[in-house]
């Protein structure tokens, strides 16, 4: 496995990174869509939870290996990985919030780290464990959304 950095952890970094970014002076884009995307991001995020929870298999990002069950109904019908997705969708909102208009970079960094990182050897490792029903899951659902 090649998992590095905990997606909570970049999370946090990235969350950090935004906040010291310059803020943008021109153009603000309205506080609602700020809340807008933290309530998808907070929606999506759970619904990845609980159906990982209702299917009695591991949460934690940092041990695929415990996955007892590959999970593909509920939210997971949608997008492979929503959890990520939600706290991509997090990002965004708090970008907004700030008027961190370079932001787009952190976030377009985020979801390329975790990609290579996080994602990619995870499902490396589905791929071993499940094998066609994965490959035939992925064909039928996006990575990300």
């Not at 970049?10 to 506080?31: D, N, S």
């Not at 159906?51 to 009695?56: D, N, P, V, Y």
């Not at 999970?71 to 949608?78: A, C, D, L, M």
């Not at 929503?82 to 965004?92: S, V």
């Amino acid at each position: 496995m090649e998992l590095k950095l905990p997606p909570p952890l970049l999370f946090a970094f990235c969350l950090l990174l935004i906040y010291l970014l310059p803020r943008g002076e021109h153009y603000p884009l309205p506080q609602w869509l700020s809340i807008l995307f933290a309530g998808v991001g907070i929606a999506v995020s759970m619904a990845g939870l609980y159906a990982l929870q209702q299917a009695k298999t591991t949460i934690s990002p940092l041990a695929p290996q415990q996955s007892s069950l590959l999970v593909t109904s509920g939210i997971y019908r949608f997008s492979r990985n929503p959890m990520y997705l939600g706290l991509m969708f997090l990002l965004i909102a708090w970008a907004i919030w700030l008027n961190r208009y370079l932001a787009s970079l952190v976030i377009i960094g985020f979801v390329c780290y975790l990609n290579r990182f996080q994602i990619k050897p995870e499902e490396q490792y589905l791929q071993q464990k499940f094998g066609e029903r994965f490959t035939q899951y992925c064909q039928q659902v996006r990575r990300w959304l």
